[in-house]
């Protein structure tokens, strides 16, 4: 596009303001923002300017989970049938590592950091450990699709090439990168991070499987045989990722995708519940739901409202190709965007001051028939690393670790 097209796209959007260091630019970064401005996603900003429209939820019922005790009982089948398909190279582990982790603060990708105290562990370094576990069991290496973006693909794959893959063969792994959508300030007005170039940021977790196919890793992972995708994030630490148990019961209960969940450790717990909406998955807030239902007991006196989902699902890859058709909810987040101001200089804020736009994988669990809600022990699988101290943090994740016997 010309200068001239492109004001005009801009103007007919109140965003010209982005072609306002445009004459002292090269012809290169000319060419550059240009290619970013052309690929601006305007419906995004428009869902923006309507979004007093809030989606009204449909009809909300409990959904039961296969619990530990029967999990227990029937651990032998289970894995049977989770060791069998992987084995048969039918499951495919993918890992979600395109996030910012600006809570945590550092400006390497979250599974670069070091949680080691004696010794360096790196957050990938434990979720590859925890792999190897299965890999040993079933005698078999998984494929392993790992999605980064722009930001930090570079140093994702430098960093997984410097260590060696952590002792995984690299032969089955392949990495992909997400798409990127631009960020604004409250007023809806797009931010730019440097003269030439536009402020994107990582379109959230629930791009991954278009990411996927854009990439053309579905076709190549059908074609080697894999049925079943499952999902990890990357800051849970203690996560076991296809844990033959959970693969054999998803499989064996014929439903089109599994998740693991955990016991809230009280009803307010800020956790996404796995529930029936309009009698398909679904997983809902806690604000979602009222403080009756919240309360809500069965006969043994448990929360029937009680599972909350710690970002480790599996689907069916055919399942979810035919899905892809449907619209996912976009969610509008606030966020800290680095920015340049009106002298041309960076500004790294302290507080939120504009928006994202993300899709999200927990929406992903909507567009499907059926889930079974598997559930796991959170002192053993659910140890994530949000922040840097508190709640959800490398402290809190330390400490279950050291319960676990990891060395640190
Ligand atoms: P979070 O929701 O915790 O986001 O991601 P985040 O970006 O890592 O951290 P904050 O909110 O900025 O502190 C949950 C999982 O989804 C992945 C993350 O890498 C993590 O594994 N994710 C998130 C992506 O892969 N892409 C995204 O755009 C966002």
Redesign the pocket.
Known sequence: MTYNELYKLLENHGQTHLLKYWDELSEESKANLAKQIENIDWKLLDILKNRSEIENRGVLAPLGALEIDEIEARKEEFEKVGIEAIKAGKVCAVL?????????GSDKP?GMYNIGITHPLYIFECLINNMMDVVKQAGAWMPLCI?T?EKNNDDTVAFFEEMNYFGYNKDYVNFFV?EMAPSVDYNGKIYMEGKDRISL?????GG?FTSLEKAGLVEKLEKQGVEWLTIF???NVLQRINSPAFVGATIASGRQSGAKVVRKAEPMEKIGVLCLEDNKPSIVEYYEITDDMINLRDERGELLYSFGVI?NYMFNIEVLKSNMNKRMPLHIVE?KIPYIDENGELVKPEAPNGYKF?TL?LDMVHMVDSCLSFEVDRKKEFAPI?NKEGVDSVESARELLKLNGVEL
């Open positions: 979600l590592a395109g996030g910012q982790g600006t809570r945590l979250k999605m973006s997400q940021s990582p379109n959230g977790n991954w994030a990357v800051d970002l966020k993300e994988i949000k």
